[in-house]
């Protein structure tokens, strides 16, 4: 029976009454009395060298109040990166400079040379192109095998090469690897690109800075899926301002999907400017700003060898990766190729010997980072495409030699550093054979082809490592912060509960799901319960949400605080009671002496709470309690997805006709909620798979620079998707048994896609080994006919 | 956007007029020019908007039977006033862009701007359309004079569209992913007197007629008719969403679809 309250109802989600009728509060809706606007002048080649900057004639132009380069900022930090990698010689990756405009030189299409402040934005615009610039163009690195050449241009001047770390896991031993390879039946090898893309959210990004010389504080609203983080950086690494004189909101955010994690020049800028300006400065990106300036995700060049004994079972896997991290190193950047990537390439699978090799590289475009997956998409990609590749050249059936390797005991200690505390992988493909009705795929194949199409049937695995992140383990990995979450539960003397939460919600729907589970607890009315977030006046430190860690870590701090809460609770009935601490028991917002009939309401104690005359004198009045979570563990999500496609020979033209996922998430507080965020994120898979490339020409120009070439999923490209979450095996470490949903769509699907479209075009008779994503009618087209 | 100012004249004389002056502009729905002032392409001093002139509005149908469309008619107008008298151009219109694109671009902003990957150049030439201008009559055939440039002088306005209606006709656009401009489109019409074949998106040149096909056609129309021919890869369009080989294969299959859709 489903529920309809509490964990495990498909509430409502509440926030969309404001989003779906136009009353969100986003950043670009705040406005600040007094304030000015900032125009960024962007470099429009990708590589140079700063000869001269002259602001003279922009500073006399109409309505400026101010102009800024390079220079005005010397005196601060740089923009920080979160995580510090160790290269696999045991030094530290080379970590340049971040200037929050440029200096020196330019990097790329659309680095930040100076900026005006000015009373209106067109007259920033105005005097924007009245600033004089002499710069002379360099060569731009664009291809990063070639980057790392000894010889190759220099990205940054003062590095000894473009290569931020020459990084490995697993095996180190190479001859060990080598003789497991000798030694296979077969070996299939796979070379892939993982195509970069730009997130795009809806909303893009916006920062208002704000300073009241009064009080000597500052406030920065902006669009952050962390505000907590990036207070502590901007403060701590940026602009060295003292924690408790700077505020930082992230009110409605619409979209993230990761580039919205990180510390940008803008909010450092705007935050400065309004002091130096004595004025709030507000910058609104535009679309073609967030094309050049948000942080990219994805773009990944690797080979990868699958090696099998004559039983196929896998024996031995190896990949090298070029990771782009893009001109400068975002916030995170270092982390996403390396422990968020190779630390997945076991996948579902008991291989016993893996060495992953990753050198990141510097060139000459936006900085790469995190997005919606980080890492994982990029294994899952890898391994899930060798898999389907070695059972074609085998001549085996795909999800039989999935099957036969899967990890079966638990917990698992793969061979790249995780330890699998649960799962259930034959269950989630049990579901899957299920819902996608394989069965039936032949038939349905026979009816394409009568129409004259290819019909394609695509699977994979994909396993994740999310609810991030244990604090000690990401410490001794290079991480430079802790990633645990906290929350705090206020009682009010009514009854009704504020939730101040670490995690921030752009579209996950916690003002919904976090209520649930506090409400399920005391077993009040949802309605009850609400979260306060994105507020660091307002929240608990918290580390903010990506990662899919907001229900596993901050509701894990939500429901250690609320059973604090509960506890003094049951110290004031047993009070009001005359009866031992020990027996009372809470049920249905009804707190009772075991066995009796004597009961109070959670009400009426929560009234005494805060109007304590009648109160036990050991227990200190109010009821609100804080707690911090740190996960011991990652969670470990994962399931398998089916696809089918259909492709017009005559065009290439790829249609995906039906897509199925079976996730295993643990146990579901909100199932509505959990569809929606599979739905988005397979969405976002088919994109990449099928439709979205950000690319540069080999001068550093950006050719998908605006949505006329950029192409983003729209509705009649997706299908109506299969999801089943029935497949339950609960987190065996965190109070709530959750793993977290965000990300796996957008990890599971790309190959699910790609390898459907194969299985289409190798139906046909056509031998087709491998397309690079976006599989475009184009591409799909100039394989069948090379 | 830089400032400019705005006129907005009811009839197509004081529109003439206002567009004498110093770097005056024509606005039709927008579509095009608004996000180019944005991007700060282009300064024009005055925007006349050709939006509230009747006489540049609506489709009707002549006595000698073509159909006649407003040259500030938007896209929507055309896709639902022109599906009983012309039914292969309202399609081709109704394929246009979004619902908002529609409700806001003309024909003639379109015609006028004769972006290499538009539909109504091609629907226009494969209908061998006459562009009436407020000084003259423009043969379709002389107006397309490659990417984004046509017949038009400066100030002059097209004002109405005419299209003489063929026995059957088709458009065949094949999307191009991102934009969902005309990858390659091709609009074929079959008159008493002859094929015309249109095809757009796919030329260095813009739209062009594909004269091999016509000919091929009016010795037989019949579904294999292109059997043995091909467009010349070299002065294809190459770019992210297609070589000029992918191209060049477009234009027929698109062709063999209109062909199939005429029969
Ligand atoms: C998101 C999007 C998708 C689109 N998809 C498509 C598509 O699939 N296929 C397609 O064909 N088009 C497409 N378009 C283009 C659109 O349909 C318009 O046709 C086009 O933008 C020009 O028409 P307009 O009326 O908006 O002209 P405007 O933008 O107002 O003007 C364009 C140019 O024409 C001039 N002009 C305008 N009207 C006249 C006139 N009557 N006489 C002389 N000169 C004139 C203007 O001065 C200007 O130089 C798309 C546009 C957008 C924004």
Redesign the pocket.
């Given at each position: 029976m489903p529920k309809d309250s509490g964990i495990g109802a498909s509430s409502k989600r509440r926030e969309d009454v404001r989003f779906l009728t136009g009353a969100g509060n986003y950043t670009d809706d705040i406005n600040v009395h007094g304030q000015a606007y900032v125009h960024f002048l962007r470099s429009d080649i990708a590589h140079g060298r700063i000869k001269s900057i002259d602001t003279s004639a922009a500073e006399a132009m109409p309505g400026v109040v101010k102009v800024f380069t390079g220079k005005d900022f010397e005196g601060v930090g740089g923009m920080p990166c979160g995580w510090e990698v160790t290269d696999k010689h045991g030094a530290p990756m080379q970590e340049p400079p971040h200037p929050i405009l440029a200096q020196g030189k330019v990097r790329h299409v659309g680095d930040p040379i100076a900026a005006v402040v000015a009373d209106s934005l067109e007259q920033a615009r105005d005097a924007a192109e009245a600033i004089d610039l002499d710069i002379e163009e360099l060569p731009a690195v664009m291809n990063m095998k070639a980057a790392a050449q000894d010889g190759s241009t220099l990205v940054h001047d003062d590095l000894k090469n473009n290569i931020c770390y020459d990084w490995q896991l697993g095996e180190t031993d190479d001859t060990k690897v080598d003789e497991v390879f000798a030694n296979a039946a077969h070996v299939t090898t796979l070379d892939l690109v993982n195509n970069r893309l730009v997130a795009n959210p809806m909303e893009p990004r916006v920062a208002v800075g704000e300073y009241k010389r009064g009080t000597d504080e500052y406030t920065l609203f902006t669009t952050s899926q962390n505000p907590h983080v990036i207070r502590l950086l901007m403060c701590a690494f940026v602009l060295g301002l003292p924690e408790h004189k700077v505020r930082v909101v992230a009110p409605d955010v619409g979209g993230g999907f990761g580039t919205k994690i990180f510390h940008y020049a803008e909010e450092a800028f705007c935050t400065f400017a309004a002091k130096a300006c004595n004025r709030p400065v507000k910058w609104t990106s535009s679309r073609s700003e967030a094309f050049m300036s948000d942080a990219h995700g994805r773009d990944h060049v690797s080979k990868i060898e699958l090696a099998l004994d004559a039983d196929n079972n896998f024996i031995g896997l190896r990949t090298n990766t070029y990771a782009n991290l893009g001109a400068y190193l975002s916030t995170f950047s270092s982390s996403v190729p390396t422990w968020l990537h190779g630390t997945l390439m076991a996948g579902n699978y008991k291989t016993p010997v893996i060495q992953v090799n990753v050198k990141a590289m510097f060139t000459n475009t936006v900085p790469v980072d995190a997005y919606r997956g980080a890492g994982r998409p990029e294994a899952t990609y890898q391994l899930e495409r060798v898999v389907d590749k070695a059972a074609r050249e085998l001549g085996v059936d795909p999800i039989a030699l999935r099957r036969q390797n899967f990890i079966t005991q638990f917990p698992y200690d793969t061979p790249v550093a995780l330890t699998y505390d649960t799962g259930d992988y034959n269950g989630t493909m049990d579901k899957l054979e299920v819902a996608a009705d394989l069965a039936g795929f032949a038939a349905r194949r026979a009816e394409s082809e009568a129409n004259g199409k290819l019909r394609g049937l695509g699977i994979n695995c994909y396993i994740e490592a999310c609810g991030i992140a244990p604090s000690n383990i990401v410490g001794m990995l290079g991480a430079r912060a802790g990633l645990y979450d906290a929350a705090t539960v206020r009682v009010n003397a009514t009854g009704s509960i504020s939730v101040m939460v670490g995690a921030h919600s752009h579209g996950q729907g916690h003002e919904t799901a976090f209520p649930q589970v506090v409400a399920d607890m005391i077993g009040i009315d949802e309605s009850m319960v609400e979260i306060v977030h994105g507020d660091t006046s307002k929240i608990p430190f918290g580390m903010g949400t990506y990662g899919s860690r907001s229900l596993a870590v901050c509701g894990s701090a939500m429901v250690k605080a609320t059973e604090k809460v509960i506890e003094k609770g049951k110290k004031i009935a047993a009070h009001l009671l005359e009866a031992s601490e020990a027996d009372i028991e809470l049920k249905d917002g009804q707190f009772s002496v075991a066995g009796t009939d004597k009961s109070v309401a959670w009400g009426d104690v929560t009234l005494t709470a805060y109007v304590p005359h009648n109160y036990p004198l050991e227990v200190e009045p109010g009821l609100e309690e804080t707690a911090f979570y740190d996960p011991a563990n990652f969670t470990y999500p994962a399931g398998a997805y089916a696809c089918e496609v259909e492709v017009d020979p005559e065009t290439g033209q790829v249609t995906v006709e039906a897509f199925n996922a079976a996730d295993d998430f643990g146990n579901i507080v909100n199932p509505m909620i959990v569809d929606g965020q599979v739905h988005g994120g397979i969405g976002q898979g088919i994109g990449q798979a099928l439709l979205e490339n950000c690319a540069y020409d080999e001068n550093g120009q950006l050719l998908s620079a605006s949505?006329m070439d950029y192409a983003m999923p729209r509705a009649d490209d997706v299908p109506f998707y299969g999801v089943d979450h029935s497949s339950q095996t609960p987190c065996t470490h965190n109070p709530l048994g959750v793993k977290g949903c965000g990300e796996a769509g957008a990890i599971g699907s790309p190959p699910a896609v790609v390898n459907a479209v194969l299985d289409a075009l190798n139906s046909g008779g056509k031998a087709v080994e491998h397309i690079d994503m976006p599989v475009s009618p184009s591409r799909v087209w100039a394989a069948m006919n090379s | 956007m830089y400032n400019f100012e705005f006129e907005k004249p009811s009839t197509v004389a004081d529109a003439v007029s206002a567009l004498g002056g110093e770097d005056a502009?024509?606005?039709?729905?927008?579509?095009?020019?608004?996000?180019?002032l944005k991007q700060r392409l282009a300064a024009p001093s005055t925007l006349v908007s050709?939006g509230g002139i009747p006489d540049?509005q609506g489709v009707c149908i002549e006595d000698d039977g073509s159909v006649a469309i407003g040259?500030?008619t938007?896209?929507a107008t055309v896709a639902s006033e022109a599906a009983g008298s012309y039914p292969a151009l309202a399609a081709l219109a109704g394929?246009?862009?979004?619902p908002?694109?529609?409700n806001?671009?003309?024909?003639?902003?379109?015609?006028?701007?004769n972006?290499p990957?538009?539909?109504?150049?091609a629907g226009a030439l494969g209908s061998g359309a006459t562009i009436i201008?407020n000084t003259r009559q423009i043969a379709a055939d002389d107006f397309f004079e490659g990417l984004f440039s046509t017949a038009?002088e400066e100030g002059?306005?097209?004002?109405t569209v005419n299209f003489p209606v063929p026995q059957a006709a088709s458009y065949q656009?094949f999307l191009q992913p991102a934009?969902?401009?005309?990858l390659v489109g091709v609009y074929l019409a079959r008159f008493a007197d002859g094929v015309r074949v249109a095809v757009t998106g796919a030329s260095e040149d813009g739209v062009f007629r594909w004269s091999e096909a016509e000919e091929a056609l009016n010795k037989e129309f019949r579904q294999d008719a292109l059997t043995g021919l091909s467009i010349n890869p070299a002065n294809m369009i190459a770019d992210l969403h297609g070589s000029k080989a992918y191209r060049a294969h477009l234009v027929s299959v698109m062709t063999k679809w209109a062909i199939e859709a005429c029969m």
């Open positions: 949505f | 502009q024509a606005l039709g729905g927008g579509q095009t020019l608004i996000p180019t050709l540049m040259g500030a938007t896209h394929l246009i862009g979004d908002a694109v529609r806001r671009g003309t024909i003639g902003g379109s015609l006028a701007n972006d990957a538009a539909c109504y150049p201008t038009l002059e306005i097209i004002t656009k934009s969902r401009f005309a």
